[in-house]
């Protein structure tokens, strides 16, 4: 009955490896966001699609690539990984932009 | 820049005592959430109040929004060693895009 769902959940890999992050929901949602939380807890929104569409796209590298194949699923892709990506990577959607917001469980990606 | 802020960054209190967490937010609103992380998972939302409403509550929470000073505060009572966790509150920006503060890291002891 998991409302969010995110694989994996843990993912280690060197510099300059290119990997992906799923996401899904079964909430019926509209929108879906990428958030990266660093070391310090602070939570920073990176993408979010509505209904398979990005509406926002914050400044992150181009390295890092959102991909909505339907409106329960986004995937963010990211390419040359830097030690600097290292980072707990959260999934969300929401019924509405405005509305509550319900998170998947993070992965936590660490770049060696 | 970051929307919302909380105060205290840290607090420390007994089992069965409140716990109090302030927040603060720079532009104007339509709502303010509030939300729970507990160590090693995702986040949880609490609370959300609308912008025209004062106070809210939802079993041991109490959320206050003054929207003449920019603030919010999130009432935790009778609290529990379970309630040990990081507490968020968020803002929606006109774009939608929800801009989190720092969090409070609040530890009950048993």
């Known amino acids: 009955d998991t409302a969010v769902s995110q694989t994996p959940k843990y993912l280690v890999t060197q510099m300059g490896n290119d990997k992906s992050i799923k996401c899904e929901q079964n909430?019926?949602?509209?929108?879906m966001y990428w958030y990266k939380q660093d070391s310090k807890k602070f939570l920073k929104i990176m993408f979010s699609?509505?209904?398979?569409?990005?509406?926002i796209n914050e400044t992150v590298p181009n390295r890092f690539s959102p991909k909505s194949p339907d409106k329960a699923h986004l995937n963010l892709h990211i390419n040359s990984l830097e030690l600097g990506d290292s980072a707990v990577y959260f999934c969300?959607?929401?019924?509405?932009?405005?509305?509550?917001?319900?998170f998947g469980p993070g992965t936590r990606l660490t770049v060696t | 820049s970051q929307q919302g802020e909380e105060d205290p960054q840290a607090l420390s209190i007994q089992e069965g005592e409140n716990a109090t967490m302030n927040c603060s937010y720079k532009?104007?609103?339509?709502?303010l959430q509030w939300y729970r992380q507990n160590s090693g998972r995702g986040l949880v939302h609490l609370i959300l109040?609308?912008?025209?409403?004062r106070e809210k509550h939802s079993g041991r929470l109490r959320v206050t929004l003054d929207t003449s000073k920019k603030s919010s505060s999130l009432l935790i009572t009778a609290s529990r060693a379970a309630d040990t966790a990081s507490y968020f509150c968020?803002?929606?920006?006109?774009?939608?895009?929800?801009?989190f503060g720092q969090g409070t890291e609040l530890s009950v002891k048993p």
């Open positions: 969300a959607s929401s019924p509405l932009a405005d509305y509550e917001q319900y």
């Open positions: 909430l019926g949602h509209d929108t």
């Open positions: 699609y509505n209904n398979k569409e990005l509406i």
């Open positions: 532009t104007s609103i339509n709502n």
């Open positions: 109040i609308r912008s025209n409403e």
């Open positions: 968020a803002t929606p920006n006109q774009g939608g895009k929800l801009i």
